[in-house]
């Protein structure tokens, strides 16, 4: 793991709670990592519909994560699919919020989620809070951890 001269962490991780395909190339999470902000269709993560979809992001080591940038598909695809995000920093034994966007985003958005300094933890989640009954897709051009170790 290594840290660039702005505390961007890199080399991380991702996973998701599903993946979008449906006859298409599958949307994978390592899209989400893959420092590419500015998508085109075929290189988004994405999940499936799907009550509070996930991803969650692998830092690989124990970070004080100060905020987190998420940036929204630019492409034109469903602008506001990204609403409802609960943010979450972790490890195996604590889970911190560290914010919540009601959102939605519109086309090429940049979404700033700023911790609070005791937000330490491996692992941040990025999580839509579906309305009750709801089903919801998770997509996401990027995003980057700013944080120390």
């Known amino acids: 793991m290594v840290l660039d001269s702005r505390n961007l962490i890199v080399g991380s991780s991702a996973s998701m709670s599903s993946v979008f395909s449906n006859g298409y190339p599958p949307h994978l999470a390592s899209y989400a990592v893959d420092n590419i902000t500015d998508c085109i269709y075929t290189n988004v993560a994405a999940?499936?519909?799907e009550e509070n979809p996930w991803l969650r992001i692998d830092l690989g080591m124990m970070f004080d994560v100060q905020h987190v940038l998420v940036y929204a598909r630019p492409?034109?695809?469903e602008p506001g699919?990204?609403?409802?995000?609960?943010?979450?920093?972790?490890?195996?034994e604590q889970n911190h919020t560290c914010g919540f966007y009601p959102?939605?985003?519109d086309l090429g958005d940049r979404i700033a989620v700023i911790c609070n300094n005791l937000t330490r933890g491996r692992y941040v989640t990025l999580t839509i809070q579906s309305n009750s009954g709801k089903k919801d897709i998770l997509q996401v051009c990027e995003i980057k951890v700013f944080g120390k170790p």
């Not at 699919?81 to 195996?92: A, C, E, I």
């Open 47 to 49: 999940t499936q519909r």
């Open 75 to 77: 492409d034109g695809f």
């Open 103 to 105: 959102g939605p985003t």
């Open 81 to 92: 699919r990204t609403h409802n995000l609960l943010t979450t920093v972790s490890n195996d």
